[in-house]
């Protein structure tokens, strides 16, 4: 079967791709449509052409297959200048999602019209490349630089309306878009617009380009792809459009065979697996209709949210008529905070409030799909939860807890339908986080581990399935990463080096700035905990600050002193006297030593967890220190990094 249809409507010829799933720019569909325009260019009888695609999405981007390896003639920007040039106006008719050399496509079209819900976008950064056929080149000359900056440079897509307004797009057609368009295409009269690239380039001051420099070094975190980007685009409008078209070029094959495009590439591959487990395939998950949240505290408020963002009907249990109305304060709040932010209208926010029932009885859960417990980290709290969810719910509904660090199988000691059991990990603030382990007991059927799959496709997030230890996969890699950092202190190297290095590396935060953003008391009680429970647990540098009463930013101290309303950290004489007979003078490290030392000791806590079977791939590790710990995805996460060798 062809990837190339072309079809007749009087005058107008019509090119279909269909190249299932996401009509991805193979090599047979840019051969095709390049053959269409020499086949088109010679026929007497078409005054037009329409690009069409089949399926869900028009032209999604390049062909994953061909990621990694040699391209293959003809090469992108050779059609897109044959379709930009062509002697017919071609006119392109854009449903789903127009990404990368999608968007390159319409960009060499003379018309861009698009469905309402339609999207286009640009977003090659996001693997370590720039666009490379005429992406940065033609976009400025279509939309203006201050259009051009932000939509390649952060690779995010925009949406029909949104587009149109940019100048990205030039109408969105209501109804039956391929009948739209052609009727459009009937309508053309002989004064069509230049094609892009003998449009006049646009100018900004030098100013601009400075600023917007500093602003995306701010945001890039030591990432090329966004800043090699802006200079393509800074080069677009300094010289021809020839010259700038072989600096883009260029610098796409540079970026190309970069180490940080094939970690991005790892990190895709494996975001791409992540949802839908081979191991999974031909389960059918249990429906989820409802669900229902136990505890409305800061984790299962945010459970709860991101439910209702996924068009879920929510119960939330709590102790007491007190604690449910607290629990809806957590959730009105984060519904308010999403509308100062511009995420959601107020009639959003209230009508997903408006989705959630509380109430103290668990009598309201008796037909509900899904119930995930999220109150106190106590092994008799959560038992008693699940005695009473044993009691109330359906024998089919599946039962979750969000713990940590306790074994799920201590807290579903006799449960009745234990198959029905798993281990829900979110990571707070639960409605934004996008990692979402998942941890099933020996006892856990197929069917309950693909609905805890199929939740994580639901709500959007990236699911990792982890076997049982204290801390699964990410917690138990983060206690690592926290001991080999005090482990440097104890050597002498100071808490703002090791922070400063982890930041250079490309963390938002070093580990010290994060517990004491997070609050250092949380993993003292547990270390606590065990050592009520007559376990071994070392004395950390972490148990001496709590001790003496420093917790965090939310006591004005921890690793760092605060001053009041400002969270910047500020060295501690009073940490350096609680831990002066900690320390040992040693060799100073610089920056890039020092981030070898934690993430190879991340990397090495991983190996551990594969040989013990809690993770089953490298990726997955990778997967749950990138979106649940901040790990630079253009690193492609502790086990990349070190195999690939820093």
Request: net charge negative; charged share 25%.
């Amino acid at each position: 079967m062809s990837v190339i249809t072309i079809a007749r409507e009087g005058k107008i010829a019509v090119i279909t791709v269909d190249n299932p799933p996401v009509n991805a720019l193979s090599q047979a569909v840019r051969q095709g449509l390049l053959d269409a325009v020499a086949a088109l260019d010679d026929d007497p009888d078409v005054s037009a052409v329409v690009l069409v695609c089949a399926g869900r999405t028009f032209i999604a981007g390049a062909d994953v297959n061909e990621f990694g390896k040699p391209p293959q003639p003809p090469h992108l920007p050779d059609v897109v200048s044959a379709i930009e040039l062509a002697a017919k106006p071609w006119i392109t008719a854009i449903h789903g999602s127009a990404l990368g050399g999608g968007f390159e496509i319409a960009l060499g079209c003379r018309f861009r019209l698009a469905a309402p819900e339609a999207s286009v976008g640009l977003p090659e950064v996001t693997l370590g490349i720039v666009p490379g056929a005429g992406g940065t080149v033609r976009t400025l000359r279509l939309a203006g630089v201050e259009v051009a900056v932000d939509l390649v440079t952060t690779g995010k897509p925009v949406r029909a309306p949104r587009a149109m307004e940019l100048g990205l797009i030039d109408r969105i057609v209501e109804g039956d878009l391929r009948s739209g368009v052609i009727a459009f295409a009937e309508d053309l009269d002989d004064e069509l617009p230049l094609p892009i690239s003998l449009r006049a380039t646009p100018s900004v001051p030098e100013t601009f380009w400075e600023n917007a420099e500093v602003a995306i070094s701010k945001r890039a975190k030591g990432e090329m792809a966004p800043l090699r980007a802006l200079a393509c685009l800074r080069r677009a409008t300094e010289t021809d459009f020839a010259s700038a078209m072989q600096f883009e070029r260029a610098t796409f094959l540079e970026l190309r065979a970069s180490e940080q495009a094939a970690a991005l590439r790892h990190v895709f591959f494996a975001e791409r697996a992540a949802p839908r487990p081979v191991a999974l395939k031909g389960i059918e998950a249990r429906p989820l209709r409802n669900a229902a949240v136990i505890g409305g505290g800061t984790m299962g408020a945010g459970i709860a949210a991101a439910l209702r963002d996924a068009g879920l009907p929510v119960v939330l249990i709590e102790r007491d008529d007190a604690a449910v109305e607290r629990g809806f304060a957590n959730l009105k709040a984060i519904f308010d905070g999403a509308v100062k932010r511009g995420r959601l209208t107020e009639a959003t926010a209230e009508a997903r409030l408006a989705g959630v029932t509380g109430s103290t009885d668990y009598a309201a859960l008796a037909d509900t799909d899904l119930v995930i417990e999220a109150v106190f980290e106590e092994l008799s709290v959560k038992r008693q939860v699940f005695a009473e969810l044993g009691r109330v719910c359906r024998a089919d509904a599946v039962l979750a807890t969000n713990t940590s660090y306790l074994d799920p199988r201590d807290i579903a000691e006799d449960l009745p339908h234990p198959g029905r059991f798993i281990g829900l990990h979110f990571f707070s603030p639960a409605n934004i986080m996008k990692l979402l382990e998942i941890a099933p007991t020996p006892e856990t059927d197929a069917a309950t581990l693909a609905t805890g799959f199929a939740l994580a496709r639901l709500l959007g997030k990236v699911p990792v399935r982890a076997g049982i230890c204290e801390g699964f996969i990410g917690n138990r890699i983060l206690k690592r990463y926290r001991a080999e950092a005090e482990a440097l202190v104890r050597q002498g190297v100071s808490i703002a080096d090791v922070d400063a290095a982890m930041r250079a590396f490309g963390f938002a935060m070093g580990p010290f700035e994060a517990q004491d953003l997070g609050g250092l008391d949380i993993a003292f009680l547990q270390r606590e905990g065990a050592r009520a429970a007559g376990r071994d647990v070392p004395e950390t540098l972490g148990d001496i600050l709590v001790r003496a009463g420093r917790k965090g930013q939310k006591t004005g101290g921890g690793w760092y002193d605060y001053e009041a309303g400002d969270r910047r950290p500020l060295p501690s004489q009073d940490v350096d006297q609680l831990l002066r007979d900690q320390i040992k003078p040693g060799a100073a490290l610089d920056a890039a030593a020092i981030a070898d030392r934690l993430v190879g000791a991340m990397a090495r806590e991983g190996e551990a967890i594969l040989a013990e079977g809690i993770a089953e791939r490298p990726s997955d590790i990778d997967l749950a220190e990138i979106h649940g710990y901040g790990f630079p995805r253009w690193r492609g996460g502790p086990m990349f990094f070190t195999l690939a060798g820093g």
